[in-house]
């Protein structure tokens, strides 16, 4: 069973940044970001792939950068020019498939989130 651990959340303004990680027990091919607004679904974020290619949602496209290391088994997120709608938790999710989409029921394993909090 992958364990995945999520840290780096807090509460920013408008305009600030953050930087979340996500640390997985072992190396796990595909790896992503989702997040869940109270009261919303949750939505995915952005998605690495085994081979590395990187596939952003619009919504945050051009404001966050995803990145991970092999050798620390951890995903990156920073999050840049952070806005009051992006206030949400957000959760690491990772599959043993080479890729994977944007949508919840194409991963296997979760880790418990982490909450963003952006004030206008």
């Known amino acids: 069973q992958v364990q995945l651990v999520e840290s780096g959340g807090g509460s920013v303004q408008a305009g600030g940044s953050l930087r979340l990680s996500c640390t997985a027990s072992?190396?796990?091919?595909?790896m992503s970001w989702f997040r869940q607004a109270h009261g919303k679904e949750r939505e995915g974020v952005a998605v690495?792939?085994?081979?590395?290619?990187?596939f952003y949602a619009d919504s945050v496209k051009g404001r966050f950068t995803m990145s991970r290391d092999n050798t620390k088994n951890t995903l990156y997120l920073q999050m840049n020019g952070l806005k009051p709608e992006d206030t949400a938790r957000y959760y690491c999710?990772?599959?043993?498939?080479?890729?994977?989409?944007?949508?919840?029921?194409?991963?296997?394993?979760w880790g418990q989130g982490t909450q963003v909090t952006v004030s206008s």
């Open positions: 690495i792939s085994e081979s590395g290619i990187i």
């Open positions: 999710a990772a599959v043993f498939n080479n890729y994977a989409g944007l949508s919840p029921k194409d991963y296997t394993y």
């Open positions: 072992e190396y796990i091919y595909t």
